[in-house]
Each structure stands twice: as C-alpha cells, then as structure tokens.
C-alpha cells in the first residue's frame, strides 16, 4: 500500500466528494481519486460552444500544461470542465496540483463533446483547489512523487506515513498542512508518531511563523489523541496576544479542562471585551464552576456585549448557583434587554429538557 | 392522527383543533357582523352610500427592517465608508464568510443585510415572517427569539442561504476543524429580531393584502448548457430526473414567482411590504468574493422599494439539489451577457426579477378581511445518518447550544464508533436531530415553511396538495437549515453503504460503484428525512385545507 493510499483511508473517497464547497478532503483522497494528477499551469479558461448547430450550449473548459505529472498516461497539455458547487477558481497563469477524471459516457459533459479531444473534469472546490505558489512546488513534487511512489516492495510503513505527515504540516504551505491535518485526523493512532516527531509538532504549535489556526488546529489534535497533555497549550497562554490569544481561547471549546481555568479567568479580567466575552463564553461548561461570581460581575456590566456573554457562561456552568444568578437578572436587571435575553434563554433551555 | 407529532397550534387532535380555530372565525365574523349591520345603519339612516358599505376589515400589518450587518473593529472604517454611519460593533474579527470554501475572510460592504419582516394580525391569530440575510438559522436560535416576543402565535424566522455574508452555522471558519461563528453575533441578530418583530407588532394599522403568481421564463439568456431561460439552473440532476424533465435532460426548476403584498386600507393606500418568492439560492458573486453582500436579494428590493414604497422581503423558496443563478446568463440589453459573478449580474438579475414582481400583481385592492390560519408540527425527529454532521457536532463546528437528541432528549455524547484504526474520530452519538415544519394561510395565500433545502419536485408536491390556496410560497429554510432534502426514492444511499469499506481503508472494494457522496448527499440529513419532513408538513396542510376561508 503506498502512502496515498494509507493516507486516503478516510470517511470518503475521494473521487466522488469533491462536489462538495465545504469538504475535507485532503491531497492523498484527491491523489487516489484522480485518473491524472499532476502539477500544471493554467493555460487559459473560455467559453466553449459545444451546440453542434443544436440548441446554443455554452461551457466554461480549462487547458493546462501539465509541468510534472504523477498519475495516468503521460501527457502534455489536458483540457477538463471544472464541475462542482463552488469549484475551484483557476485562472490563466496559475500554477496547481490538478487531479482530473475522465468523463463518463453517461455524464453530461462527456456528452457534449463527444467528437471533440479528450476533455477531463476536475471536481476540486474552493477548499481542494491547491493553487500553489512558486515557492510551494518543490513540496508539493516531494508530496506528489511520494504517493506515486511504491516502496519497500509496494507496501508503505507508518513511519513514512509520519514523515510525510510531518513534512507537509511544518513545510509553509498552508494547503499542504491542511491536507495533512485531514489524513491525520482520520487516521489517528495509525500514525504513530515517534517522541521525536511529537516534539517537533509541539514545536511547530509555539512557532510564531506558523499562523495560529493552524498551529491551534495542530495543538487540538494531538490534544484529542492524547499525544501531549494540557500543559502543552501553557506556552501559547503565557506568549500569545491579541486576536492570536482570542483564537486560543475560542480553542478550548469543545475541550474543557481544569488546567485551562486559570488562563480563562484571567481572560476574563481583560481590557478587550471581545477576549473578554470571548472568555466567558469559554467557560460555559460545568467542568468551570466556580467562577460564577466573576461572571456575575459581567453580568452587572455596562455592556451588553459582556452581559450577553455572561448569561452565556452562567447558562453553559448550570449549577445552582448561576442558576439563581440568572434568575435574579431576569427579574430584577437593569437593562430591560438583558432581562428579555436572559428570560428568554432559560425558557428556552428549560423547553429543550 | 398526529403521528407523533405535536401541534402547537392545535389540539393534539386536527379535527378538534379545526373546530377550534372555526369557533374562533365564527365569534370573529360574529363581530364582523354586528359592525357591519351597525354600518349598515348607520348609512340608512344617513340615507347615504348604502350600497357601497363594506364589510370592515380585520386585517392589520406592519413591516419592520433592522441592519443586521456583521461589523467588527477591523471593518467598521469600512462600514462607516459604505454607509455613512458610525456603526456599533457586534462581531469579532475576522468575518468569516458562509457558502463555499473555509477561510474566507470579509473585506468590505456593498450592502447591508437585513432582517426584515412584516406582523399579520386577522381572524384567526397573529402571525410574523422575518427573513435574514443569513446562510441559515438553526431552530434552538428561533425558539431563543420566540422566547423574546409576545403576542405572535406562529413565528417564522426564514434564511436567505445567501453565501456572501457571516457564518451563522460553524463549517466556514478558518479551517474545517474551527467554527466560523461568533455567539455575539447571533445574541445579536436575535435581539433585532424581537425588536423587528416587537416593533412591528406595536405598529400595526388595518390593511389589505393581494398576491400574484408569475412565471420566470425568459428571464435567462439560455444560452449556457444548464440555462433554460428561467432565470435560475439545476446544477444537480437526480437519478431518473430525466424522466420526470425529458426535454431539458433531467433539469428541475421551480419557474413560479409568488408575490404577496400588504397595503394601507386607509385613503393612500400605501404598500406596507411586498413579498417576494423564488427559488434560487442568493450566491451570484461566488466563492473568490470577499465584498459582504446580500447580493442579488438586495437589487431585488431595492427596485421594488424604488416602485412601491414600504418593506420590500426576499424569501427564498425551494433551494435544493441545485437551484442557483451560476449557471444562467442574464443580458441588459436582450444580447449581451453581464459578466458573471459580477455585482453588475446581481444588479441586473435582481431588477430583473423584480420587474417580473411588479408584473405579477395587478391594481385592485387586495382583501381586508382574510382568514388568518396557522398549523404547526414541532418537534419532527429525523435521525441523523450523516457521519459528517456527527464529526462536526462532536468537535463543536456544529451546535452553538443545537444539540444532537435521543428519545426527545438532548444528547450530548461524544463517542468513537469506528473500529480501529478510525476509533478516534470523535462521533456525536444522540439519534437525531428535532427541526419543525409548518404551513401558515393569508386568505387565498399559503406559505408552506420547510426547514431545509428542498427539491423543486418534492416542493411541487406541496404546493398541489395545498389546494385551499391560490398563491403558495415555499418558504425554505424556515425556522431552521437542516440541508438538502430530496425525494426519498432518489436518495442515494451508496455514500453510507460504503462507509465501511471508506472507513476501513479501502474504498475500492466497496461494491457500489462510484458512491455519491456530492454537495446533495453530503449536505443531508440521511435517507428518512424526506418522508419525516414530507409526513408531517402533509398534515399541517391538510389542517389548513380544512379551514373555511
């Protein structure tokens, strides 16, 4: 099996996915799915009249260079239909990694140009369009002539697995490392990352040149595959600010934890109201209760940015406590619109059980 | 009766809730007869325009409009520039943008968007529409803002699905593992709702309201293979759509342009609100667009504003498997296409269909009195099949308080279904989802509320069984956005059949050639949705064909 094909064990192939605007499909699903992959120059992008002297039938078709080429018979030039809600958005003089299917006779698009040259489809969207820079080439040849290369007899180990993994996601492209959170994600523990390569991901989440999505993104999972503990995430807390420490604290939805209280509180105290709220927010689960004084305090704010995220953090910790501190907002706050949220909000969790 | 659902409007029973709601109308036109032989004596003994007395009408409206343009620190400059008005933050930086690709960030304003909407007081109950410029609402929001306001009997908070503005949802944030939403932002729009709908309901004076129905034929070049002229493309075809659509290959459009209109009855007879119905999903400046918009929605009320004064409210219809304007070509000139993707397309396809509006309602005065009627079905369970959606809800992309249910329950548990070594891609585990439906009467209007994407053909199939009616609005994503839903028999299943197979690692062994796990299929909720949504909905209109006008 080689490294694509490990790589593309995933929720769904690939092929028949990339309709979609939102998915995540990485480069290896794309890889296994094609019939011609390659990395291309965009040639030119026109309107095609495939009406035969029948009805007028006009159609967007796409000529590339193929530059260097990892899948399907050799070939210079390719023409394919983009075709997919939200395709990608090529245009002339792009460089890409282009992953094509022939058309099927029954499709469409196979059917109008039936006489015409062999015209491909690409179903890559806005998320798989992999529109490369110049300097991003050279890793996608690496990646690229990775999974078309069969090794050790045709069948691939899991350390070039984690190597490949590992150099995708420190290699700068953010599509490439992307690409490799998906395969990662879906794999999991198949990985099997050795210490060193762990600590090299850590180190990738506290570098400043990496953007904080994806080193959030990074942290997250080897957080979720209990690869590091939750001290992992102290140095971003202690170095991070701005809209990088807003991110971090958004981060820590969907994963609660006493470790992170501290570093919430202190959020919570901060002169931004946006990390403010954004704090409050955070700490809406029960995992935080306790700090429900504090945000009694935001409660009792001036702003009803705060206020509203008060109501939020009180609702999502449930304990006694908040409780009666909502109930007595709704009865007696200052701002009649607070007193409508928060009478709305706790009818409204209260009718959902 | 009730199939396991319930009603809110009426009883558990249908039958004693139509006698409840005709008991209504009849203490109603008890009044209405009582001022009107009151009239009519008061004219006899005046000697004077007695046989012009008219019953008086009961019907009263108002419209109302709240700016719901996400505005951050980073984009106020940029608002204030487009608009002219120091604006009040009510997002954090970045703006990221819903209908396409993740990672969009907003850069700029064309327009503002809106919650607009209109309160209908009549005999039979109180009833509002407010539409959002917005990708969707999830139903737990709509039951927050019904919480909010007092005295509307049946709220229907509706979605545009415009792809040019904030992510309301979660899968457009940064990457496909953070959401995309800002909770301020939704406290936000939820509090201009109840004060759209507060506001309205304070502002009520009698009316009359008309409606017409218009075909979209021609208002496309049809000039593209996917064009046939009607002003918007099927950009998926369903297995034997061709069947059921011979002579354009399978291509399903809704071409009906339903508009209602309310208007003063007083002396002026100034238009309140014209609303406007058709079934293209609001996205004509695409994926690379980074400018916020409520893009072709916006030209549409903007020229009839221009033409009648008042509110003017999009509503977008039958959106599903694929209505949308990508694919069409529209001309200003008769010859020329407008270049696409362009705000210049947006312009000219919404006057267009605007123009096509005006064209359907005619000059005479609309009802005053009309029957006012409303049925409800909430919750409907549909179990959720869709692996995506459980990932998704499981790491908080999805939810903003909507949770998973089981047994009526909220469910939040997380677990790793999968067998090794998939056993860690986090499932949320509840059964379902709950969403509702509904079907809501004007007089000789009805508007048949889904809460999801729907097939143009399954929205045929409504509007024939709502007989009672003339004119019918498909009001789609209504009180929620739950993704496409498609006929039942043209589900494809093949995607979840292969699941093994795709999970284990090997695709290719999967026996079911080419699995369809496209934009339509992967977007669903799962194969029983159809008869789920179809079930209930069928019951609602059966309530409301069974309400005397």
């Keep these: 099996m080689q490294v694509a094909a490990l790589l593309g064990a995933v929720l769904i192939s690939a092929s028949s996915a990339a309709h979609i605007d939102v998915v995540r499909i990485s480069l290896a699903q794309l890889y296994l799915g094609a019939e011609v992959a390659g990395i291309v120059r965009i040639d030119s992008v026109e309107d095609h009249d495939f009406s035969h002297g029948g009805p007028p039938a006009l159609r967007e078709v796409l000529s590339a260079t193929m530059l260097h080429q990892y899948k399907g018979e050799p070939r210079q030039h390719v023409h394919f239909f983009l075709d997919a809600h939200g395709p990608a958005d090529y245009r002339a003089g792009d460089l890409a ?171 919570l105290g901060s002169d931004s109201l946006v990390l403010s709220g954004a704090a409050a927010r955070a700490l809406a689960h029960p995992t935080y209760a306790g700090v429900e004084p504090l945000l009694e305090t935001l409660l009792r704010d001036d702003d009803l940015r705060l206020n509203y995220a008060a109501i939020s953090g009180l609702l999502g910790i449930g304990s006694p406590a908040a409780d009666a501190m909502l109930r007595q907002a709704a009865e007696s706050h200052a701002s009649k619109r607070v007193r409508r949220m928060v009478t709305a909000r706790l009818r409204a969790s209260l009718d959902r059980g | 009766m009730n199939n396991g659902y319930t009603s809110t409007t009426f009883t558990d029973d249908a039958t004693l809730g139509v006698f409840f709601m005709l008991k209504t109308i009849t203490v109603n036109n008890g009044g209405m007869r009582r001022a009107f032989l009151a009239a009519l004596l008061l004219s006899a003994a005046a000697f004077t325009h007695a046989t ?28 204030e520039d487009r608009f002219g008005e120091t604006p ?78 904030p992510d309301t949802l979660g899968i457009w944030g940064p990457d496909p593992t953070t959401s995309g939403v800002d909770p301020l932002y939704l406290d936000f729009v939820n509090d201009a ?31 593209s293979v996917d064009d046939d002229g009607f002003g918007v493309a099927d950009q998926v075809v369903l297995k034997d759509d061709h069947l059921l659509a011979p002579d354009t290959n399978g291509r399903i459009v809704d071409p009906n342009l339903v508009v209602l209109q309310f208007t003063e ?19 004509v400046l695409w994926s690379a667009n980074t400018v916020l918009t409520s893009d072709f929605p916006h030209y549409v009320r903007e020229r009839l504003e221009q033409e009648y004064g008042g509110t003017a409210i999009w509503v977008s219809g039958a959106l599903g498997a694929l209505q949308g304007p990508d694919r069409i070509d529209v001309s200003e000139d008769g010859i020329n296409p407008v270049i696409e993707r362009s705000f210049d397309f947006a312009r000219v396809h919404g006057n267009q269909l605007a123009e096509r509006a005006i064209a359907a309602l005619d000059r005479k005065p609309g009802h005053p009195a009309p029957v006012i009627a409303y049925s409800q079905q909430k919750p409907v369970a549909v179990p959720l099949e869709n692996p995506y959606f459980r990932f998704f809800f499981a790491t908080g992309v999805l939810g903003n308080g909507r949770t998973l249910v089981t047994d009526g329950q909220p ?43 729907l097939d143009p053909q399954i929205g045929r199939r409504y509007r024939a069984a709502l007989e009672s009616v003339e004119h019918k609005l498909i009001v789609g994503l209504g009180n929620d956005e739950i993704g496409y839903q498609v006929p039942s028999e043209k589900f494809d299943p093949s995607c979840n059949q292969c699941a093994p197979f795709i999970l284990a690692g090997v695709p290719e062994f999967c026996p079911v050639v080419n699995p369809d796990c496209g934009t339509v299929f992967q977007n669903n909720i799962g194969s029983q949705l159809d008869p789920l949504i179809s079930d209930a909905l069928m019951e609602s209109i059966g309530d409301i064909n069974k309400v005397k006008p």
């Design chain 2, 193 to 223: 709702i109840a004060d759209c709908i507060t506001e309205a309901s304070a502002s009520l004076v009698a009316a009359r309201v008309k409606a017409g129905t218009i075909t979209t034929e021609g208002l496309s070049l049809g000039i």
């Design chain 2, 265 to 283: 009855r007083a002396r002026k007879k100034n238009v309140i609100a014209t609303v406007v119905n058709f079934a293209s999903h609001p996205e």
């Design chain 2, 411 to 453: 469910d939040t548990s997380i677990g790793f279904p999968f067998p090794p070594p998939f056993d860690v891609i986090p499932q949320a585990l509840g059964e379902g989802l709950e969403t509702e439906v509904g079907v809501a009467r004007i007089g000789d209007v009805g508007l048949i509320v889904v809460p999801t994407e």
């Design chain 1, 97 to 267: 990694a282009l992953f094509l299917e022939a058309t099927d006779p029954a499709d469409p698009l196979h059917q109008l140009s039936p006489e015409g040259p062999e015209v491909f489809v690409s179903r890559q969207v806005r998320n798989t369009e992999h529109r490369l820079t110049v300097d991003e080439v050279e890793d996608y040849r690496r990646v690229l002539g990775t999974y078309a290369t069969p090794r050790w007899g045709g069948k691939q180990t899991k350390p070039a697995v984690s190597e490949t993994l590992l150099y995708m996601l420190a290699s700068g492209s953010i599509s490439l490392a992307q690409s490799a959170l998906i395969d990662w994600q879906n794999l999991g523990a198949a990985v099997d990352f050795s210490e060193t390569q762990i600590d090299a991901l850590t180190g990738l989440t506290r570098s400043a040149e990496c953007p904080i999505h994806l080193r959030l993104s990074i942290l997250k999972t080897l957080t979720a595959q209990k690869l590091v503990a939750q001290t992992a995430w102290d140095p971003l807390f202690e170095s991070e600010d701005g809209d990088n420490l807003l991110a971090l604290v958004r981060a820590t939805r969907g994963r609660e934890h006493k470790h992170f209280q501290p570093y919430l509180v202190r959020a």
């Design chain 2, 88 to 165: 009040a933050l009510n997002h954090s930086d970045p703006i990221y943008m819903a209908g396409f690709g993740t990672g969009r960030e907003a850069t700029d304003y064309n327009d503002r968007l809106w919650a607009r909407g209109v309160v209908v007081k009549g005999r039979g109950g109180t009833l509002a529409l407010v539409s959002l410029d917005l990708i969707g609402y999830f139903n737990n929001q709509v039951d927050i803002v019904r919480e909010m306001v007092e005295g509307i009997d049946y709220l229907v908070v509706h979605s545009s699905h415009q792809h040019e503005g």
């Design chain 2, 52 to 79: 012009h007395a008219k019953p008086p009408g009961n019907l009263s409206v108002a419209a109302c409009a709240r700016d719901i343009t996400p505005v951050s620190e980073g984009l106020a400059e940029a608002y």
